[in-house]
């Protein structure tokens, strides 16, 4: 089955830098990818999704880039700002008629003044 | 807007209670999940619904049970709640096609078991 997993469980960055939350999958034959954001107290809420026909999506101030080659998965977040604090994390999936996301364990992103 | 909501925010029953835990989405969207999410764990799938009346065993079933009997509702029922199952628990829908998966999340009831 998927496996995903997370190189970093925080990040804090200082407001106006630019942030990069990284993930790793196991299956080669995930073909859709989502990153979440959870503010506390807060249900997961889609950031940006990408399919494995692209290597890169742009959002506003935020980008996905897929390498499918090792199997990696990167959220970056331009001009961070406080309101960007929050748990990130990707979530994979088989897609075809496999409708199940399988989560990475996220990100506390910290955004200090 | 998809809306799922879910029926409280905070719950506190005794060690062997019946708990019923009720998620509702507005979006007419044929799946429907129930995950528990834990420090250090993630959110892992308990129970997915993908028509009326049809569900499926997620990661961590053992102590859970489900329901659907109308579309836009979605019911996890813990038949004898135990202290280890003290967590958020996070409702989700989605539709399938386009090769989209997005799941849309409720905001979670955290529950606690005394």
């Known amino acids: 089955g998927e496996s995903v997993g997370l190189h970093l469980p925080t990040l804090s960055v200082q407001e106006g830098d630019n942030s990069i939350i990284n993930c790793a999958y196991s299956n080669s034959a995930s073909d859709y990818f989502i990153w979440y954001k959870q503010e506390s107290g807060k249900g997961p809420q889609f950031i940006i999704d990408?399919?494995?026909?692209?290597d890169k999506r742009q959002g506003q101030r935020v980008t996905v880039l897929l390498n499918k080659t090792v199997k990696h998965l990167s959220l970056q977040i331009a001009a961070t700002q406080p309101g960007d604090s929050a748990v990130y994390f990707c979530a994979v999936s088989a897609g075809g008629s496999n409708y199940k996301l399988t989560f990475g364990k996220g990100t506390l992103l910290t955004v200090n003044p | 807007d998809v809306k799922v909501t879910q029926s409280s925010r905070y719950l506190v029953k005794r060690t062997g209670e019946k708990v019923f835990l009720e998620c509702v989405q507005d979006m007419d969207h044929e799946n429907m999940f129930w995950y528990r999410q834990d420090p250090g764990l993630g959110l892992r799938l308990i129970y997915f619904?993908?028509?009326?009346?049809?569900?499926e065993k997620g990661d961590i079933p053992e102590g859970y049970s489900v329901s659907r009997e109308k579309k836009e509702r979605f019911s996890l029922i813990l038949e004898s709640a135990s202290t280890n199952q003290t967590s958020m628990y996070l409702c989700?829908?989605?539709?399938?096609?386009?090769?989209?998966?997005?799941?849309?999340f409720g905001p979670g009831t955290r529950l606690t078991v005394l």
């Open positions: 990408i399919r494995s026909n692209m």
């Open positions: 989700a829908s989605s539709t399938p096609g386009q090769g989209r998966n997005e799941q849309f």
């Open positions: 619904s993908y028509d009326v009346k049809m569900k």
